[in-house]
């Protein structure tokens, strides 16, 4: 069968790397978490002390970029890839909320997204990949088979996050999720490079009133759709 490109984008917690993850395990696919990416290179600005509460030096992470280097090992036991940064294990570093609070700064920056981007494209090159994030049907695969965009309620979002974060033992307030969680929207949607918008060909998915399997389902059935037609 031919293999499609599989472009998914949308609001941080959405649930789009839960789906892409379960329609690579499907379908046989790649599955890139593009926003891993993003997180990972937060995660060593934050080591290197380029980025905290009180400053951002893009100069200085810049100057130390090209020591960055992200791939993704696949872990039988958990079914999908995890993110090494420079040969480190960081799937469960990256996730936190001290990430997430910088990585919508980071991701705005042109000469991140360029090198991102440049790898992003290159996994994708020979198709049968589903990949999530924010720029992926616009910019990354703007001819991608299937674009999908995720979007809910930022209360929704905020307690889906709040939930996980507590799954994972962080100390944290729904208060705070919730900020952060539309201070990255508006970021994300503001920011000059490549910003979160919905592809004009892409198909919205509100799973506002969804749990997880409507939301499988219907997702699968609209590849399905796009598979039957190649």
């Known amino acids: 069968m031919k293999k499609i490109t599989i472009a998914i984008d949308g609001y941080s917690s959405t649930g789009k790397s839960t789906v892409a993850k379960q329609l690579a395990k499907h379908l046989g696919y790649i599955y890139v978490d593009s926003g891993a990416m993003y997180r990972a290179v937060t995660y060593f600005a934050m080591q290197h002390g380029c980025i905290d509460h009180d400053q951002f030096d893009k100069a200085a992470l810049l100057s130390i970029l090209d020591d960055v280097a992200i791939s993704f090992k696949f872990n039988p036991a958990l079914g999908y890839a995890e993110v ?3 040969g480190e294990n960081v799937e469960k570093a990256i996730r936190t909320l001290a990430v997430s609070e910088f990585v919508s700064q980071i991701a705005a920056v042109p ?4 090198q991102l981007v440049k790898i992003q494209k290159e996994m994708g090159g020979n ?3 589903v990949m999530d994030g924010r720029d992926i049907g616009t910019v990354v695969f703007p001819n991608a088979e299937l674009k999908l965009f995720m979007t809910a309620s930022p209360e929704i979002r905020a307690e889906r996050r709040y939930n996980e974060l507590l799954q994972r033992g962080e100390d944290v307030s729904f208060e705070a999720v919730l900020k952060n969680v539309k201070d ?3 970021i994300d949607s503001n920011r000059k490079d490549s910003p979160l918008i919905k592809a004009s060909d892409a198909i919205e998915i509100d799973n506002t ?3 997880l399997k409507e ?3 219907v997702i699968l059935n609209l590849v399905n759709q796009v598979l039957n037609k190649a």
């Open 209 to 211: 009133d969804m749990d």
């Open 84 to 86: 090494y940064l420079n």
């Open 111 to 114: 000469e991140i997204r360029a």
């Open 215 to 217: 939301q499988y389902d």
């Open 184 to 186: 990255r929207d508006f």
């Open 127 to 129: 198709k049968g990949v």
